[in-house]
Protein backbone atom coordinates (compact mmCIF):
# COMPACT_ATOMS: atom_id res chain seq x y z
CA UNK A 1 0.00 0.00 0.00
CA UNK A 2 1.05 3.18 -0.77
CA UNK A 3 0.44 6.42 1.38
CA UNK A 4 0.17 9.67 -0.48
CA UNK A 5 -0.38 13.30 1.41
CA UNK A 6 -3.68 14.10 1.04
CA UNK A 7 -4.68 17.44 -0.72
CA UNK A 8 -8.23 18.66 1.75
CA UNK A 9 -9.44 20.80 -1.22
CA UNK A 10 -10.29 17.51 -3.32
CA UNK A 11 -11.01 15.20 -0.19
CA UNK A 12 -15.07 14.15 -0.81
CA UNK A 13 -17.89 12.15 1.56
CA UNK A 14 -17.27 9.04 0.90
CA UNK A 15 -13.68 9.06 0.13
CA UNK A 16 -11.77 6.27 2.22
CA UNK A 17 -8.23 7.37 4.09
CA UNK A 18 -5.69 6.21 6.60
CA UNK A 19 -5.57 7.59 9.97
CA UNK A 20 -2.79 7.82 11.72
CA UNK A 21 -3.85 7.53 15.70
CA UNK A 22 -3.05 11.06 17.60
CA UNK A 23 -2.99 8.71 20.98
CA UNK A 24 0.63 9.32 22.76
CA UNK A 25 0.82 5.58 23.19
CA UNK A 26 0.48 4.50 19.84
CA UNK A 27 1.12 7.64 17.70
CA UNK A 28 1.56 5.61 14.65
CA UNK A 29 -1.35 3.22 14.61
CA UNK A 30 -3.57 3.23 11.16
CA UNK A 31 -6.41 2.46 10.21
CA UNK A 32 -8.76 2.64 7.59
CA UNK A 33 -11.90 6.01 7.93
CA UNK A 34 -14.69 7.19 5.72
CA UNK A 35 -15.45 10.66 5.16
CA UNK A 36 -18.67 11.06 6.69
CA UNK A 37 -18.97 15.46 6.56
CA UNK A 38 -16.93 18.52 5.64
CA UNK A 39 -17.29 20.92 7.70
CA UNK A 40 -15.78 24.70 7.17
CA UNK A 41 -13.11 24.04 9.94
CA UNK A 42 -13.28 19.98 10.59
CA UNK A 43 -13.86 16.63 9.08
CA UNK A 44 -16.20 13.87 10.82
CA UNK A 45 -14.66 10.59 10.12
CA UNK A 46 -16.27 6.99 10.82
CA UNK A 47 -14.53 3.57 10.67
CA UNK A 48 -14.55 1.78 7.33
CA UNK A 49 -15.69 -1.43 8.19
CA UNK A 50 -18.70 -3.90 7.76
CA UNK A 51 -20.33 -3.05 11.07
CA UNK A 52 -20.52 0.13 10.82
CA UNK A 53 -24.27 1.46 10.85
CA UNK A 54 -25.42 4.83 9.86
CA UNK A 55 -28.61 5.41 11.88
CA UNK A 56 -29.32 8.98 10.04
CA UNK A 57 -28.56 11.05 13.71
CA UNK A 58 -27.13 14.04 13.94
CA UNK A 59 -24.56 13.17 16.76
CA UNK A 60 -21.54 11.34 16.04
CA UNK A 61 -22.07 7.25 16.21
CA UNK A 62 -19.68 4.86 17.97
CA UNK A 63 -15.93 5.49 16.44
CA UNK A 64 -16.80 8.52 14.75
CA UNK A 65 -14.50 11.93 15.27
CA UNK A 66 -14.45 14.88 13.98
CA UNK A 67 -10.61 16.62 13.55
CA UNK A 68 -9.82 20.02 12.17
CA UNK A 69 -8.48 20.33 9.02
CA UNK A 70 -5.05 21.40 10.81
CA UNK A 71 -5.42 17.46 12.02
CA UNK A 72 -6.75 16.38 9.23
CA UNK A 73 -3.00 17.68 7.62
CA UNK A 74 -1.15 15.74 9.96
CA UNK A 75 -3.28 12.27 10.45
CA UNK A 76 -5.00 11.46 7.11
CA UNK A 77 -3.42 9.76 4.11
CA UNK A 78 -4.68 8.82 0.53
CA UNK A 79 -4.08 4.59 0.14
CA UNK A 80 -3.48 2.88 -2.84
CA UNK A 81 -3.52 -0.08 -2.55
CA UNK A 82 -1.27 -2.69 -4.30
CA UNK A 83 -0.66 -6.62 -5.41
CA UNK A 84 1.10 -8.15 -2.35
CA UNK A 85 -1.13 -5.90 0.32
CA UNK A 86 -1.84 -8.16 3.29
CA UNK A 87 -5.54 -8.68 4.61
CA UNK A 88 -7.73 -10.88 6.68
CA UNK A 89 -11.13 -11.86 5.29
CA UNK A 90 -13.54 -14.37 6.80
CA UNK A 91 -10.57 -14.68 9.54
CA UNK A 92 -8.45 -16.20 7.15
CA UNK A 93 -4.99 -14.19 6.04
CA UNK A 94 -4.97 -13.63 1.93
CA UNK A 95 -2.91 -11.27 -0.53
CA UNK A 96 -4.34 -9.26 -2.79
CA UNK A 97 -3.19 -10.59 -6.06
CA UNK A 98 -5.29 -7.58 -8.41
CA UNK A 99 -6.82 -4.33 -7.94
CA UNK A 100 -7.35 -1.15 -10.00
CA UNK A 101 -6.96 2.14 -9.02
CA UNK A 102 -9.77 4.08 -7.04
CA UNK A 103 -11.66 0.78 -7.07
CA UNK A 104 -12.62 -1.20 -3.64
CA UNK A 105 -13.25 -3.88 -5.31
CA UNK A 106 -10.31 -6.37 -5.16
CA UNK A 107 -9.48 -10.09 -6.02
CA UNK A 108 -7.46 -11.94 -3.27
CA UNK A 109 -5.81 -15.23 -2.56
CA UNK A 110 -5.91 -17.25 0.78
CA UNK A 111 -2.71 -18.18 2.34
CA UNK A 112 -3.08 -20.91 4.06
CA UNK A 113 -3.59 -24.58 3.14
CA UNK A 114 -6.90 -24.41 1.95
CA UNK A 115 -5.81 -22.04 -0.25
CA UNK A 116 -8.13 -20.59 -3.13
CA UNK A 117 -9.35 -16.68 -4.35
CA UNK A 118 -12.36 -14.31 -3.80
CA UNK A 119 -13.20 -11.36 -5.37
CA UNK A 120 -15.29 -8.98 -3.65
CA UNK A 121 -15.34 -5.42 -1.73
CA UNK A 122 -12.82 -4.37 0.24
CA UNK A 123 -15.13 -3.27 3.02
CA UNK A 124 -15.89 -6.99 4.34
CA UNK A 125 -12.18 -6.95 4.32
CA UNK A 126 -9.53 -6.17 7.20
CA UNK A 127 -6.76 -4.48 5.85
CA UNK A 128 -4.74 -4.31 9.73
CA UNK A 129 -1.81 -6.89 8.28
CA UNK A 130 -0.71 -4.16 5.55
CA UNK A 131 -1.55 -1.01 7.69
CA UNK A 132 0.59 -2.83 10.89
CA UNK A 133 3.53 -3.40 8.55
CA UNK A 134 3.32 0.62 7.56
CA UNK A 135 2.89 1.00 11.18
CA UNK A 136 6.14 -0.79 12.54
CA UNK A 137 7.94 0.31 9.04
CA UNK A 138 6.84 4.24 10.23
CA UNK A 139 6.07 5.08 6.24
CA UNK A 140 3.83 8.27 6.50
CA UNK A 141 3.32 11.07 3.91
CA UNK A 142 5.23 14.11 4.20
Not at 27 to 45: H, R, S
Not at 50 to 69: H, L, N
Not at 86 to 99: G, N, V
Amino acid sequence: MQLKSIALEKVAVGDVLVGRSLSVTRPEAMKLVIVQELEAEAILLAPFAATFADDDTDEPSDGEVRISKKQAKQTLACPELEAGDRLLHRERLATIIETKQNDWHVKIRYNDAAGGEFYGNLIWMDLSPTLTALELARIWPS
